[in-house]
T-cell receptor
Framework: DTGVSQDPRHKITKRGQNVTFRCDPI?????LYWYRQTLGQGPEFLTY????????KSRLLSDRFSAERPKGSFSTLEIQRTEQGDSAMYLC???????????FGPGTRLTVL | KQEVTQIPAALSVPEGENLVLNCSFT??????LQWFRQDPGKGLTSLLL?????REQTSGRLNASLDKSSGRSTLYIAASQPGDSATYLC??????????FGTGTRLQVTL
């Protein structure tokens, strides 16, 4: 069990550029979640997938954000036309059932200049 | 809106002390209550999960309790060590599958 992995770990970009993050969940987990965490705050839910289906999206997920999980395994989160307010840690988590432990990845730290 | 409050926001204790971290939530219809640890700039490590039918869970020096009727959970850390220094987050799963987090308690254990 290699745990949840995320790539890249750090991303620095200029305002207006597009960025894409990847998350590889624990292999037997069918649920995958994305969260965003800003400095001094707890993580906030963005979206989640059960297998390849995206079942819920937060109002935080503006139309500049899109997430996919095409084969029910890894997931990508894309942010288009980045803004300075998008600077945050983006965390991915997975679980085997909705009421079981969520395992988190190390996060991707995004800095928008 | 579901809210999770953690008190205190920051705590500094000398090594060896026992301590209690508090978490309160407004949604009594929770399924799970989970405690996490987060080191600076890192992801989250799950410490304890209490399912809605349970009242407490223990792992080593950690004990977490859950009182759904009062909307409270506590994390008890016995014989604290400098390595326990981190931010501790509580989160619950409600009717949806997502976790709703508190803002955390930043713990520093001094020598």
């Amino acid at each position: 069990d290699t745990g949840v992995s995320q790539d890249p770990r750090h991303k620095i970009t200029k305002r207006g550029q597009n960025v894409t993050f990847r998350c590889d969940p624990i292999s037997e987990h069918n649920r995958l979640y994305w969260y965003r965490q800003t400095l001094g705050q707890g993580p906030e839910f963005l979206t989640y997938f059960q297998n390849e289906a995206q079942l819920e999206k937060s109002r935080l997920l503006s139309d500049r954000f899109s997430a996919e999980r095409p084969k029910g395994s890894f997931s990508t989160l894309e942010i288009q036309r980045t803004e300075q307010g998008d600077s945050a840690m983006y965390l991915c988590a997975s679980s085997s059932e909705p009421r079981r432990d969520s395992s988190f990845g190390p996060g991707t730290r995004l800095t928008v200049l | 809106k579901q809210e999770v409050t953690q008190i205190p926001a920051a705590l500094s204790v000398p090594e060896g002390e026992n301590l209690v971290l508090n978490c309160s939530f407004t949604d009594s219809a929770i399924y799970n209550l989970q405690w996490f640890r987060q080191d600076p700039g890192k992801g989250l490590t799950s410490l304890l999960l209490i399912q809605s039918s349970q009242r407490e869970q223990t792992s080593g020096r950690l004990n977490a309790s859950l009182d759904k009727s009062s909307g409270r959970s506590t994390l008890y850390i016995a014989a604290s060590q400098p390595g326990d220094s981190a931010t501790y987050l509580c989160a619950h799963t409600g009717t949806a599958s997502k976790l709703t987090f508190g803002t955390g308690t930043r713990l520093q254990v001094t020598l």
